[in-house]
């Protein structure tokens, strides 16, 4: 194959960051002797191959993305990223300074590194993605946010070139689809820069000028006139072509966009599409595939002019499209397009002087003919050929991976190509091909050539090995990652397929006050249980995330959540883990009831999978360089949430009045206070607890106690309701106290209350705020819905024909009007739960008068309005009358609680 | 310096900063903008508006809120105002900005978006709005309405008026009057607030925008009557746009139009005057000049109507300069581009030497036509690039320009008429060199019916459309039909009569489908020959291939009538005979065809089959003239008025006398 006849040698290496290099972005030129090398950092290498030294280093203020020479003009063209396209001028005395400090001429790198100054920013534009230069004309292409504009500007000849935009001929504007932007608002079209080059009829002198650049090709007369129409072809009108990231292929006429007036004529824009690859562009050439051209160029040395009679367009992940003009069966002349399929993803390719096409992937170069192989001399024979083009293509492989730029040097002798290819490691290299290789002819060595032969062997070898170790090392990390997955698959699919019955592997959460340096915190247990056969392993996450739900009473405050993410090494099957978690220690120390609390299991993907990805593919660094959370962000993985808990007020009462005997409850004053104030609270109460009656509660908590009435709040719900769903409690105590008993199932008071049969609890909030809750019958129906007051018989009367409904009425009291909130918000948030299990069951609601109902609704619809006046005027007017609106708005609340809820 | 009463105490100090910010800009810019020469102004106003997307971008990182909302807008307005000034237009950029800026008003206001997506409504109807904000909300209602305006959508700029100015009445308790539909009667009520001495600086206030509004509306206005027709309304608004305050650029435009009108209107003298005023307001302007070309041309002033092209071409020829940047907002930034179709629309140099060029050809003054027509080609191919190239219309595909093989075989037609034989031969090699490899081998009209239809399927190669591949034919046979009559005009017969055929050949290569089994069944082969299968087919055809199709008869009877001509020259006139025959049957309304049949027939001294054809012709002329003759392109006109016969009215006359003789006694 092809190896037997190239040659390959390092020239340079350069710096990479530690993933590889990226494809896309970096660009390798070369003229003469001097190579122009980008390698997706934001600096610009000049290295002279003649000389083996690096001539000049560039830095620019941002990634560069793309490079073009005007060989003639001396002067290299950058588009650097966010910032536009740069001038530099190649003159050799503009770089005197660097020649005369740079006597480290083995180094890799000179003393110096230029910095490019604003100044030779010739097109300040922040959106440019792509540019081609043909010879006075810059065409740039510049992201919108719906559309891909095309801009020409002129740029001034001359010595008096002043670094100022020249003046803008026209703009043009495609309406292709722009990928939605990433999630982090970066376009994702930095990932895939669009591909902008310039294909001319043979013969458009006006246009020609030995440019240097990755665009730019002569097409043969009858391929020109096909694809692009008798006009352009009669005017002689070179034709952009540009690829897009969406995978649309367009041309327009370069003529067309040369005057002015283009900007305006709307609707009647020269775009045309020319085919749709369906994946991103990342290459457009030309090849030269009739024999008769290529024997013409053995005679004539090799010129850029030579038309090519194949057009081809390259997509990232391997579809590519050729063109070429055929005769059909009635003899017209068609063009002929066909598309292949290559292994991709491609990371960059070119084309040579003939007909063969030179790509890269990660782990191979490969060079593909599209030349047809009929094997028949007669020129009339290929005429009559049906199908012009091959009908498959068979690469050949190069054996040089992860290439991530290439060019084709002219500086080749006649019969050979020479590839300049900058890997992937950031190592420079040329690989020299002999292009009539099919018959390797039998060379006599001498001595200079054996020394040569094995240069050339032993390189090889590096090659190679270095090849195989990658190779090897890609293959394992797959393994590896593979057997990861199996085993997180296992796991998910027995999560997630039993839904019934228990989960094979739970969490269960269950709450506590506990004592840690001197102060009372409140800690949740989670504990994971693996029943299930198989073990978690390296890779999974126990996630506890603790929302704390935002306060009523505070405005502004935002719920906010933490997350606690636990690595579970290893847990195998009938193994337990208990995590301890302190509860709502916001900044402030204060425990913002209710808290969420909800368990998961996570599955990094990027961990696992992650290595094997970046080290293979570390080439098409575009995904994880640019944007990773698009592709594999660091959150992406497999989430198997296995349950939530609230704990709410109810949960973290602690009843000291109740439990002296049983229970030790520590410190009783505030547990969160300060750990001196404790102290001294607690010695002074030793001291003398009646002296302590008088001057410990002076605090703001007491004063509110003495003179502010205490908040109530009342909920009444139907005794048949809570009867049904209370079965268990009911069994042996009245219904108050199963009600009490219920609503604190998951305090450890809850025994207590048992035993002693009780319907009235004192509790004491954690803030340490008193709360009373108490729990009423109503024997026989009397009260008034819509009294207000202390009524100790309540049942709802005149709602339902049938007489008065039994009810209970809980009752909750608390001189924190927070606190009394908590409370009522966790005993409706049970009931709820409660209501909602008991429709599942199917328990049918007394008959009720419909306009009792509705009036109650319409009053509680009045205050809700009024509620809202009230919280809009808050937000809006100063302090004065907006105190006056809180109090209002307090009392409103009040209304609302106390005591006009009924649940039947 | 207070930043408004409602201001949260959280963060005085940055609004303070940002609105010095703001301030610092705006104030930066005004000096630019005054003590700067025009060439420095975009430097500034790129490193202004840098500046005005920071701050903005900073403003909207935050979480709206109402105390920063007015500075916020203004700062947004003012980015617009310089934006939209620095690119030359308003964009969809600039619209998603002030939707977006929207959104966030309502955010702060803690009002739903609206189902609906009006958020202007949602906002003017919301009780939160502060004094403070509207100043900024109604510079923005002006930017909206310029971007409107642009865009084409009047109708949204005069609803969002109207609920601008019903929350304006609705707050100073002054009842609106009915809700005018009229969008100048509601901008000219439309009253913005004034900035207040405290307000955050602004760049240009909404009063200054109203009036750059109306002054656009109106003449906008004007321009959509005139186009669609309704004269009357289109004079009364441009009037009204032509007495506001506008600049003299557009004033020259309003002018144009308003001679366009008169002239439609029939008031030639009165368009004139206007025309002149236009010109007077801007020189070097070539919409007013090709009115006048076109008020010349109606009233059948020839020259003056050359005269108008010529300086047209003259004007054209004048590179214009680049828009400078607009600052601030005006009428000239707001009024979109003139399209091809409408009156302001002067053209490239290019196509108005081609209008000269084809009149001159069309009006007989060939020398100059031939020129000009050289000129054209010259500037198409090789014009120099810094005069802008100005051959964009011919590849933009539009419908006011031919194709560019068409200028090439109007060139060569005129050559030939000036008899400048060797000249049309390189033309017309020229256009073959480029184009005979796109000619067909075999073109199947109506083949599977689909084929015509403009398939989206992805993207065919350009050259797949038939109706392209039928154009190419006939250019290649014209070009062709040309060369024979060089060499005929040349005294070289041979080369002539293989031209001529050669283009038969060529068009004899399209065949209509299904024509081959009527050919067959029927035998008739001189029917076959004639057009009336394509006729019957006409339905299933578009428009362009049926007139693709006339021409393509009309064509193949020239080139029969050329070679019969040079048969009889040679004296073959049984030859020449069979391919009048030929010709007459393949475009039975062609007068000129019968007319040499007649005349050979005549020589031939078959002087019943002559009297035949006389009178069948004398019945025809009698009938309407083929509906086409206008249609056909210029290059094909101008090749068959070339081959008129000369001796046209004594062979008549000698014709009438013999039918007389036999009929008398």
Redesign the interface.
């Known amino acids: 194959m092809a190896e037997d006849n190239q040659r390959v040698d390092y020239l340079a290496g350069f710096c990479c960051p530690v993933g590889g290099l990226a494809a896309g972005k970096p660009r390798v030129l070369c003229h003469e002797s001097e190579i122009y090398l980008s390698n997706g950092s934001e600096f610009v290498y000049i290295y002279n191959q003649e000389g083996k030294l690096l001539n000049a280093v560039y830095r620019f203020p941002d990634q560069v993305w793309h490079l073009e020479l005007l060989a003639l003009r001396r002067e290299l063209y950058v588009l650097c990223a966010r910032n536009g396209i740069y001038c530099l001028s190649l003159d050799p005395q503009s770089r005197l300074v660097n020649q005369t400090d740079g006597e480290d001429k083995e180094g890799d790198f000179p003393s110096s590194v230029f910095p490019v100054d604003s100044d030779s920013c010739v097109f ?1 534009d922040a959106t440019l993605c792509a540019f081609t230069v043909l ?3 810059i065409i740039t292409l510049a992201q ?4 891909w504009r095309m801009r020409l500007f ?1 740029q001034p000849q001359g010595s008096d070139r002043d670094p ?1 935009p020249g ?4 703009e043009v504007e495609f309406s292709t689809c722009i990928l939605p932007s990433g999630s982090n608002g970066k376009p994702l079209a930095s990932r895939f820069l669009p591909v902008l080059c310039c294909a001319s009829p043979p013969g458009s002198s ?1 246009f020609h000028t030995p440019w240097c650049s990755s665009g730019g090709f002569v097409l043969e ?2 391929l020109f ?13 070179p034709m952009i072509l540009c690829g897009f990231p969406d995978g649309q ?1 367009c041309c327009v ?1 370069l ?16 775009v ?5 690859l369906e994946e991103p562009v990342v290459f457009i050439g030309a090849l030269r595939t009739d024999p008769r051209i290529l024997e013409d160029m053995d005679e004539k040395p090799l010129n850029e002019d030579t038309s090519c009679d194949c057009m081809v367009a390259v997509g990232h992940y391997g579809k590519m499209m050729a ?1 070429k ?1 055929s005769r059909e069966e ?6 002929e ?1 066909r598309e292949y399929y290559i292994r991709g993803p491609i990371l960059c390719a070119a084309c040579g002087v003939g007909s063969r096409m030179y790509y890269s992937t990660h782990s191979d170069l490969s060079v593909v003919d599209l030349a047809c192989n009929s094997n028949s001399s007669d020129p009339e024979k290929i005429d009559n050929t049906q199908g012009v083009l091959p009908p498959v293509l068979s690469p050949a492989s190069l054996s040089i991976c992860s290439v991530v730029t290439l060019s084709v040097s002219s500086r080749a002798p006649k019969g050979e190509a020479e590839l300049l290819a900058l890997s992937a490691k950031g190592r420079l290299m040329t690989c020299s091909l002999d292009l009539s290789s099919e018959d390797s002819r039998p060379v006599r060595m001498t001595t200079g050539k054996v020394g040569q032969k094995i240069k050339e062997l032993l390189s090889g070898i590096g090659n190679v090995s270095e090849r195989v170790s990658f190779l090897k090392k890609a293959v394992d990390q797959r393994n590896r990652a593979l057997t990861c997955l199996n085993e997180a698959m296992n796991v998910s699919c027995a999560l997630l397929s039993n839904r019934e019955g228990p989960k094979p592997i739970s969490c269960t959460t269950t709450t506590a006050w506990s004592r840690f340096q001197l102060r009372d915190v409140l800690t949740a247990t989670c504990l994971l249980e693996n029943s299930s056969d198989y073990s978690l392993d390296q890779g999974w996450t126990f996630c506890i995330q603790v929302f704390t739900s935002s306060c009523a009473l505070e405005v502004d405050s935002v719920g906010s959540a933490i997350t606690y993410t636990i690595p579970v090494d290893q847990l195998t099957p009938g193994s337990k883990r208990e995590v301890t978690l302190p509860l709502g220690s916001n900044e402030n120390g204060k425990l913002d009831l209710p808290v969420t609390i909800s368990c998961a299991l996570f599955y990094s993907l990027k961990e696992i999978l992650g290595s094997a990805l970046t080290s293979s593919d570390s080439l098409d660094a575009p995904f994880f360089d640019d944007c990773p959370p698009d592709i594999l962000p660091d959150r992406d993985g497999i989430f198997l949430p296995l349950g939530e808990y609230t704990v709410d007020m109810l949960q973290c009462l602690r009843f000291p009045s109740l439990a002296v005997a049983e229970v030790q409850v520590p410190g009783l004053p505030s547990p969160t206070s300060d750990p001196v104030k404790t102290f001294l609270e607690a010695s002074r109460g030793q001291v003398d607890p009646e002296h302590m009656k008088n001057i410990e509660p002076m605090g703001p908590d007491f004063l509110r106690a003495k003179y502010l009435p205490p908040s109530v709040a009342s909920v009444k719900v139907s005794s048949e309701l809570l009867k049904n769903a209370l079965k268990e409690y009911c069994s042996e105590v009245p219904l108050c106290c199963a009600t009490l008993q219920w609503l604190l199932a998951e305090n450890s008071i809850v025994d207590i209350v048992k035993t002693q049969v009780l319907t009235e609890v004192q509790g004491v909030a954690p803030d340490g705020n008193d709360i009373h809750l108490l729990v009423r019958e109503a024997r026989n129906g009397l009260a008034h819905l819509f009294l207000q007051g202390n009524l100790y018989q309540v049942a709802v009367t005149e709602l339902c024909p049938a007489g008065p409904i039994q009810a209970v009425e809980i009752q909750m009291e608390s001189p924190s009007l927070a606190n009394m909130c908590r409370v009522h918000h966790a005993v409706i948030r049970r009931i709820q739960v409660m209501i909602m299990e008991q429709a599942a069951q199917g328990s049918n609601p007394p008959d009720l008068r419909v306009q009792y109902l509705r009036q109650i609704h319409a009053n509680h619809e009045m205050l809700l309005k009024e509620v809202q006046l009230l919280r ?1 005027r808050l ?2 007017e ?1 302090d004065a009358s907006a105190s006056a609106a809180a109090e209002k708005l307090l009392q409103v609340y009040k209304q609302l609680r106390n005591p006009s809820l009924i649940l039947l | 310096m207070s930043p408004g ?2 201001a949260p105490q959280a963060h005085p100090g940055c609004l303070r900063l940002w609105r010095e910010e703001n301030d610092q800009l705006v104030g930066q810019w005004k000096v630019a903008a005054q003590h700067s020469g025009q060439s420095l102004k975009p ?1 500034a106003a ?1 490193h202004v508006l840098d500046g005005l997307r920071g701050l903005l971008h900073r403003l909207q990182g935050l979480p709206s809120a ?1 105390s920063v909302l007015p500075l916020e807008l203004t700062v947004l307005a003012n980015t617009l105002t310089l934006g939209a000034g620095l690119t030359q237009r308003f ?3 600039h619209a ?1 900005d002030i939707h977006r800026g929207l959104e966030r008003v309502l955010d702060a206001m ?1 009002v739903p978006l609206p189902q609906s997506g009006d958020l202007w409504k949602a906002i003017f109807q919301s009780p ?1 709005i502060t004094p403070e904000m509207l100043l900024p909300l109604h510079l923005l209602v002006g930017l909206q309405g310029a971007l409107w305006l642009t865009d084409n959508h009047p109708g949204d700029l005069a609803r969002l008026l109207c609920t601008v100015m019903r929350s304006q009445y609705k707050e100073s308790g002054v009842p609106l009057l009915e809700p005018t539909e009229d969008l100048l009667s509601l901008l000219s009520m439309w009253d913005p607030p004034i900035g207040e001495l405290d307000a955050p600086v602004i760049l240009q206030d909404a009063r200054s925008l109203r009036d750059v509004l109306l002054t656009t509306a109106a003449f906008l206005q004007g321009l959509h009557e005139l186009h669609v027709g309704n004269l009357l309304l289109a004079l009364s608004s441009l009037q009204k746009a032509a007495l506001s305050l506008c600049p003299r650029p557009v004033l020259a435009q309003v002018h144009t139009a308003l001679g366009a009108c008169l002239r439609k209107m029939g008031h030639p003298q009165r368009a004139l005057l206007h025309l002149l005023e236009a010109l007077k307001a801007g020189p070097g302007q070539g919409p007013p000049l090709l009115e006048a070309a076109r008020l010349y041309r109606q009233l059948g002033h020839t020259t003056a109507e050359l005269d108008s092209l010529r300086l047209l071409v003259e004007a054209l020829s004048i590179p ?1 300069d ?1 828009r400078p940047p607009l600052f601030p907002i005006g009428v000239e930034l707001l009024i ?5 179709a409408s009156c302001l629309y002067a ?2 140099q290019s196509q108005a030497r081609y209008l000269l060029a084809s009149r001159c050809l069309q009006t007989g003054r060939n020398g100059e036509a031939v020129e000009q027509y050289l000129d054209l080609l010259a500037l ?3 014009g120099p ?2 005069q ?11 419908s006011q320009v031919p ?3 068409e200028v ?1 075989l109007e060139t060569a037609v005129a050559l030939i008429i000036v008899g400048r034989f060797h000249d049309s031969l390189t033309v017309c090699e020229e ?1 073959l060199s ?2 005979v ?2 000619v ?4 199947w009209l109506g083949q599977g019916g689909a084929s015509f239809k403009s398939s989206l399927s ?2 065919p ?4 459309n038939p109706s ?2 039928l ?2 034919l006939l ?1 290649a046979s014209a070009a062709h039909l040309f060369q024979g009559q060089a060499h005929a005009g040349l005294g070289a017969r041979k080369e002539a009569l293989e031209e001529f055929s050669r283009c038969l050949e060529l068009l004899f290569r399209v065949q209509p489908m299904g024509r081959a089994v009527d050919q067959d069944a029927g035998g008739d082969k001189g029917q076959g020959l004639n057009g009336d299968v394509v006729s019957s087919n006409e339905d299933e055809f578009p428009s362009e291939i049926c007139l693709s199709m006339k021409v393509l008869q009309r064509l193949k009877a020239v080139a029969l009538i050329s070679r019969g001509l040079e048969w009889v020259a040679e004296g073959q006139d049984a030859r020449a005979l069979q391919d009048f025959l030929l010709g007459v049957q393949v475009c039975p309304g062609y007068r000129n065809a019968s007319l040499h049949l007649l005349h050979v027939l005549w020589r031939l001294e078959r002087k019943d089959d002559a009297i035949a054809i006389y009178q069948k012709l004398e019945s025809e002329a009698d009938q309407q003239q083929d509906d086409s003759e206008g249609l056909l392109p210029q290059y094909l006109e101008s090749c068959m008025n070339c081959i008129g016969i000369t001796e046209q009215e004594s062979l008549l006359q000698e014709l009438r006398k013999s039918l007389q003789r036999p009929s008398s006694p």
């Open positions: 300040p010879n006075d004309i919108g946010p719906s559309k002129e100022r003046s803008q001929f026209s006006v007369e009858t006139g096909l694809l692009f129409g008798a006009d352009a072809a009669l005017l002689e009108s292929l006429p003529k067309a966009l040369l005057s002015p007036e283009m900007a305006l004529a709307g609707p009647e824009t020269p045309k599409i020319l085919h749709h063109i003009s009635g003899g017209n002349l068609v063009p397009l809009d937000c809006v100063d | 009463p409602t430097q790129h109402l964009m969809k950029d998603l803690g939160f214009q680049s979109p581009p003139p399209s091809p053209g490239t198409l191919l090789d690039m810094s802008g190239m100005p051959c964009s219309v011919f590849l933009s595909g539009g194709r560019v093989p090439f256009l480029r184009i490899l796109l067909p081998q075999k073109l992805p993207a190669p350009l050259s797949e392209e591949r154009c190419c250019w």
